[in-house]
């Protein structure tokens, strides 16, 4: 079975750009999660989609916005970029049931100049 | 507030010793612990998981312990092997994360 994948894997931006990350789960997992990883704040929680809705969402601003497709497949947007938005960004999926084990993807690194 | 709290933030532990690490969590609703394994350039990889009905759970070389009315629960990690080097980090119920602990094992 192929893992999660996420494109692209680095990316440049500007600050005040907007930047739309994609993850494609693995066959036949309908949860997506959402993380930021940085060194000072480690791995964050931004958000779940399960079945094309979000069921959990962390603690993030409004700049921070995600949506799942039919298939699963999940993109999440950060608007007006800022400099502390510079970071690892991880996509997990997993099966439906509480008790599955989520699998992360190998991130997509975001720079913010 | 940081709701899982992880020890040391940095561990160097010679070939065949033994690594430990330790976390502690507030929440008492938490219902899931997990430990991943994250190398450099690649996202985390469960190592292994227990819930709270459980004391101890072993993997091969890796062992969770978890004590509940503490509210704290360990990895060790037998016979630490030079590709063990990596970051570990626990969590509870998925969306909630320990800051990592970077180990080394020296061969």
């Known amino acids: 079975k192929a893992g999660v994948t996420q494109t692209p894997r680095y990316l440049i931006k500007t600050r005040g750009q907007q930047v739309t990350l994609s993850c494609s789960p693995i066959?036949?997992?309908?949860?997506v999660s959402w993380y930021q990883q940085t060194p000072g704040q480690g791995l964050q929680f931004l958000f779940e989609y399960f079945s094309e809705t979000q069921r959990n969402k962390g603690n993030f601003p409004g700049r921070f916005s995600g949506r799942q497709f039919s298939n699963s497949r999940s993109e999440m947007n950060v608007s007006t970029l800022e400099l502390g938005d510079s970071a690892l960004y991880l996509c997990?999926?997993?099966?439906?049931?509480?008790?599955?084990?989520?699998?992360f993807g190998p991130g997509t690194r975001l720079t913010v100049t | 507030q940081q709701q899982v709290k992880q020890s040391p933030q940095s561990l160097i532990v010679q070939k065949g010793g033994i690594s430990i690490i330790n976390c502690a969590y507030e929440?008492?609703?938490?219902?899931?612990f997990p430990w991943y394994q994250q190398f450099p350039g690649k996202g985390p990889a469960l190592l292994i998981a227990i819930r709270p009905d459980v004391s101890e759970k072993k993997e091969g070389r890796f062992t969770i312990s978890f004590n509940k009315s503490a509210k704290q629960f360990s990895l060790h990690i037998m016979d630490s092997q030079p590709g063990d080097s990596a970051t570990y980090f626990c969590?509870?119920?998925?969306?909630?994360f320990g800051a990592g602990t970077i180990l080394r094992v020296k061969s």
């Open positions: 929440n008492t609703a938490f219902d899931y």
């Open positions: 066959s036949g997992h309908r949860s």
């Open positions: 997990a999926s997993r099966g439906a049931a509480w008790g599955d084990e989520q699998y």
């Open positions: 969590a509870a119920n998925r969306g909630f």
